[in-house]
């Protein structure tokens, strides 16, 4: 299973500014966003081109479009939600797949709650964006609910990942992709992961944990 670790400069900073537990609700939803940004581009390098002619200023002229309809974005809820405004600056056209998925504080295994998926999946790559894969868990269910839905072609947008969860979704889901900011060191006892950036969901909407 790739997993591709952003090593850029402006994303180990700006994760380092979303590690400070005294960033502010504002801070931590702009640092996600654009964390998010950078990450879109990377996780769409090898969508393809095709050959278009245009009329240019000085005649035709060939220049190069997206081809077809490539790119359905998935935010898992709540957190994922978080990164969508950056995904989307980078990406305004793309249709969005909804999926909610809590995770249940005593086992630690997600409850899908709600899906609303674009109905052309398997035509287009997804791109599930959720900040935290802790036991992983909750990315190998939505991409069981992708995979239903039919499609074919997974990538994933993380801020930070677990060894744990990255091991679980090298056991369920070889063929997808991970794009993550920052492989941390394990999960506490709470299937948090250490150092992590806590409860990503309470960060980004401002609400209490628990
Ligand atoms: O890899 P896992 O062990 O499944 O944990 C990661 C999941 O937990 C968090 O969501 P949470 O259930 O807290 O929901 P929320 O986004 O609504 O806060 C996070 O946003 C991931 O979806
Ligand atoms: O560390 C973690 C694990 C699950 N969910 C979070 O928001 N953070
Ligand atoms: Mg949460």
New binding site residues.
């Given amino acids: 299973m790739p997993v591709i670790e952003i090593t850029h400069p402006l994303v180990q900073h700006k994760l380092g500014l979303m590690r400070q537990v005294d960033t502010s609700t504002k801070g931590f939803r702009e640092l996600a966003a654009e964390i998010a940004c950078l990450l879109t581009c990377e996780a769409t390098r090898d969508l393809e081109t095709e050959p278009v002619t245009v009329q240019g200023w000085a005649g035709p002229v060939e220049v190069r479009r997206i081809a077809g309809r490539m790119i359905t974005l998935v935010p898992i809820l709540r ?1 994922g939600l978080g990164m969508l405004e950056g995904a989307l600056d980078l990406i305004p056209g793309a249709k969005v797949s909804v999926v909610g998925l809590q ?1 249940d504080e005593t086992t630690h295994h997600p409850r899908a709650y709600y899906a609303n998926l674009v109905d052309d999946l398997a035509e287009r790559t997804a791109l599930v964006l959720d900040p ?1 894969l ?1 036991t992983g868990g909750s990315l190998a269910a939505c991409c069981d609910l992708l995979r239903a839905a039919g499609c074919r072609r997974i990538k994933a947008l993380c801020l930070v990942a677990a060894p744990e969860g990255l091991a679980l979704m090298a056991a369920r889901h070889p063929e997808v992709a991970i794009h993550v900011a920052a492989i941390d060191r394990c999960l506490n006892e709470n ?3 250490l150092p ?6 309470d960060r980004i909407f401002g609400t209490r944990p628990g």
Avoid: E, F, T, V
């Fill in positions: 957190a995770r935290m802790a299937a948090y992961i992590g950036l806590g409860d990503a969901g």
